[in-house]
DNA sequence: AAAAACATAAACATCT
DNA sequence: TAGATGTTTATGTTTT
């Protein structure tokens, strides 16, 4: 970027962080996948090859969807252990002879307090504004809000809120507020979240694995988003504004519980911070992510973007303000920006087996999230073109002009919901379908098992 | 290996 | 003037 840039490293691209802490997510993702991703897709195709003969498959899998839809319901609560025995919160002596990936993480589970939180400072500082009332807060009250949700900045070094100016100033999804000067503040500015890139910092909280936007944090909605801008961008968050309108949160973290370095409070827009997902618990839910990712892969879930067409860009860093510019409308996207890669496949699945599980499927509510999470499931990642295309545009204006020289050349989203809506509520019903069929033969085989008990009964009489 | 993402440090300017 | 705030550059680390 800067002209005194050495030659040897790129251009910078100094996008301050829209992306989740880095190190947890991909680390934990491939252990658990490399875990039980096969066990349920193998029970699966089991069950084509056997024709139902056998039902041994079919209970394991039952059972995996349950342990993964109440992972993904209960994501702070015990964790527990493949037979559903509590864990505790983490346990690095584990009887796991293979490494923990959990293991890897900066982070103090026991405590909380004494590591870096795993969110990156612009996650920290979205949540921080997005937390305030008005939307905008002051440098000094955005250091207060992640001081007092994550005391590990109590004690860090002071550099800290020199990062967090640096993202202030550099991340373009954060505004500074013209300050009317009847109303001073005092120093500086109030900033506030530039809507066009709030859901590109959704999306980053999204890749974070303890992000409290998970919507496995949340219980469904049972009626649709009452606005369109929920469509675009549901602020799933438990206590958020969406939620409060629109159902319950679950928070089952006591007041003031230290949970991942934060601070949890019922009351608060982030009050819960996923826990570090215990490789037990985590294996399986991937597990299921994957298998049931693979299965509504396999063509019982069409969707106009698995088409030999481009596929959408998704990189949420395109978003970032140094160098790279405002990430630009998907066709295939209803949220926005920026798409959903593998990561938010996993919520798709998530949620729709979550939602599946927990209710009848004809009950099954599609909210904004699952829509969105669901129709983009067989993405696939596509070239950042944009992003080089906006960068060699960038790169030779100063900084905040940037922006707007970026935004000149945006387009405008162009999907409509409807398709994705659709696409949607096929995959939420084949979710429920699996789940009744595999429901449906349970029953049959427990009946059987009844009638066949009653019948020795009979005969020993 | 290169690129990207993110963190950190620091210099400097501006404002209160 | 001091300290807070804001901008920019430089560079290191880690992940993709």
Redesign the pocket.
């Given at each position: 970027?800067?002209?005194?840039?050495?030659p040897s490293?790129?251009?910078?691209?100094?996008?301050?962080?829209?992306?989740?802490?880095?190190?947890l997510?991909?680390?934990y993702r491939e252990a658990e996948a490399a875990d039980l991703s096969l066990s349920l897709s193998a029970s699966f195709s089991k069950a084509e090859d056997e024709e139902l003969t056998s039902l041994s498959w079919l209970h394991e899998s039952t059972d995996l969807l349950n342990s993964f839809s109440h992972s993904g319901l209960r994501s702070v609560s015990p964790l527990q252990d493949p037979d559903g025995h509590p864990l505790p919160p983490h346990s690095p002596s584990s009887s796991s002879p293979s490494p923990d990936p959990c293991d890897?993480s900066p982070y103090d589970l026991a405590t909380g307090a004494n590591r870096?939180p795993p969110?990156?400072?612009?996650c920290l500082i979205f949540m921080a504004i997005e937390d305030a009332p008005s939307k905008r807060l002051?440098?000094?009250d955005i250091?207060g809000w992640i001081l007092e949700h994550f005391p590990y900045f109590a004690s860090a070094?002071t550099?800290?809120?020199?990062?967090v100016?640096?993202?202030?100033?550099?991340n373009k999804c954060f505004k500074?507020v013209d300050?009317d000067?009847s109303q001073?503040i005092?120093?500086?500015?109030l900033?506030s979240i530039d809507p066009e890139y709030r859901n590109n910092l959704i999306q980053?909280l999204k890749k974070t694995p303890y992000h409290p936007y998970s919507p496995g944090l949340v219980t469904p909605s049972t009626s649709p988003p009452t606005s369109p801008q929920a469509y675009h961008s549901p602020p799933l968050w438990p206590g958020s504004p969406f939620l409060r309108k629109n159902g319950g949160v679950i928070l089952q973290v006591p007041q003031g519980v230290i949970q991942n370095g934060a601070r949890i409070r019922s009351q608060g827009l982030f009050p819960v911070i996923r826990p570090l997902p215990i490789c037990s618990v985590g294996s399986r839910t991937t597990a299921i992510r994957s298998a049931l990712g693979d299965y509504l892969t396999q063509g019982n879930i069409g969707h106009p973007c698995d088409s030999p067409s481009p596929p959408p860009s998704d990189?949420?860093?395109?978003d970032?303000n140094?160098s790279?510019a405002k990430s630009p409308s998907m066709p295939c996207s209803s949220q926005g920006p920026s798409t959903l890669d593998d990561d938010d496949d996993i919520i798709a699945v998530e949620v729709g087996v979550h939602r599946e599980v927990k209710s009848e499927p004809q009950e099954v509510p599609l909210d904004s999230a699952s829509v969105s999470f669901l129709s983009q499931h067989a993405r696939r990642r596509g070239l950042p073109w944009t992003?080089?295309r906006l960068r060699a545009l960038g790169d030779t204006l100063?900084?905040?002009k940037r922006r707007s020289a970026a935004a000149a050349v945006e387009k405008p989203p162009s999907e409509s919901d409807d398709e994705e809506m659709k696409e949607a509520a096929g995959s939420l019903l084949h979710l429920a379908g699996v789940r009744a069929c595999l429901n449906n033969i349970t029953n049959r085989a427990a009946k059987a098992a009844q009638k066949e008990k009653e019948q020795k009964e009979a005969l020993r009489n």
């Open positions: 970027m800067g002209p005194t840039m050495p490293k790129k251009a910078q691209s100094p996008s301050s962080g829209l992306g989740a802490t880095r190190g997510s991909p680390l890897s870096k969110y990156s400072f612009s002051p440098v000094k250091y070094p550099g800290w809120k020199n990062s100016r640096h993202n202030l100033s550099l500074k300050k000067r001073s005092g120093k500086g500015s900033w980053a990189d949420l860093q395109e970032h140094y790279t992003k080089n100063p900084l905040k």
